[in-house]
């Protein structure tokens, strides 16, 4: 399939090398800044451009990944083209395409990423909606190429998934900066806490997070948490959230006088 990427960020540089590599030929790559265009587009072999009037309408389909307040702003410069359109935000509604054309879908891929981490794109959960049956298949057969993993999500639904991924992964990388601060100031390297990190997150591959809680406030350890709130006294805000969070785990259904 002949593909243009508009955008050059994370999702539009992991999604490009993606297509790249299963044999799709990515015609153009467009970024309002032309280096960034330039980067993405000479590791995939195809043509920077930093002005849409220039792009070219021998393509199949037209990938919008960049901030989700301009995905509106893309499509509707993209319509006269007639081609198929999908955008990659997993909040944003169908809509936002369907406001400008009928030939459209979204192509959602579920994970973080960087620009400088690789990621095996065939794990990584393709999310697809469309317009109408026909497309849907087609981008089905599309993401059935770079994934093993390829749902039918609904824009309701995709809007619940995205704030689950939040919950799941922004919020969680917030407390291990918060982590390392409280171990900097004290001289402790983070090197100390990332094979706990580690463990954390593989046990909930194999089971559920509920399952798998534990520390002081499961336990229902006041003692422990009256001393770990001691020892933030100089910062109210992690106080107040350290609170939160241990009054969240607390009111969670689970035996706590089961093992740690």
């Known amino acids: 399939m002949r593909i243009t990427i508009i955008g050059s960020g ?53 990938v919008i990944a960049v901030k989700d307040d301009a995905i509106g702003i893309m499509a509707e410069q993209l319509e006269p083209h007639q081609k198929l359109m999908v955008h990659t935000s997993g909040a944003t509604d169908l809509y936002a395409l369907l406001a400008f054309a009928d030939n459209v879908g979204v192509f959602y891929p579920l994970q973080t990423f960087s620009k400088t981490r690789e990621v095996n794109f ?27 993993s390829v749902y039918d999500i609904d824009s309701k639904q995709r809007r619940i998934l995205h704030l689950a991924a939040v919950f799941a992964n922004n919020f969680p990388n917030y407390l291990y900066t918060m982590a390392q601060q409280i171990l900097t100031q004290q001289g402790l390297d983070i090197d100390l806490i990332r094979p706990l990190i580690l463990e954390t997150a593989e046990k909930v591959q194999t089971g559920l997070p509920a399952a798998m809680q534990t520390g002081p406030a499961i336990r229902h350890d006041q003692n422990t948490m009256d001393n770990h709130l001691q020892l933030l006294q100089d910062n109210p805000d992690l106080q107040q959230l350290y609170t ?17």
Request: glycine share 4%.
């Open 10 to 62: 994370n999702v539009a540089t992991h999604l490009a090398a993606a297509f790249k590599n299963a044999g799709h030929r990515i015609v153009q790559v467009y970024s309002r800044n032309m280096q960034h265009a330039a980067l993405l587009a000479y590791h995939v072999k195809a043509e920077p451009l930093d002005d849409l009037i220039q792009i070219d309408p021998e393509t199949d389909i037209f």
């Open 122 to 148: 065939r794990n990584v959960p393709i999310c697809i909606e469309a317009a109408d049956k026909n497309i849907a298949k087609e981008l089905r057969e599309l993401a059935q190429t770079v994934s093993n």
């Open 244 to 260: 939160l969070l241990s009054q969240g785990i607390i009111k969670m259904d689970i035996d706590p006088h089961g093992d740690k």
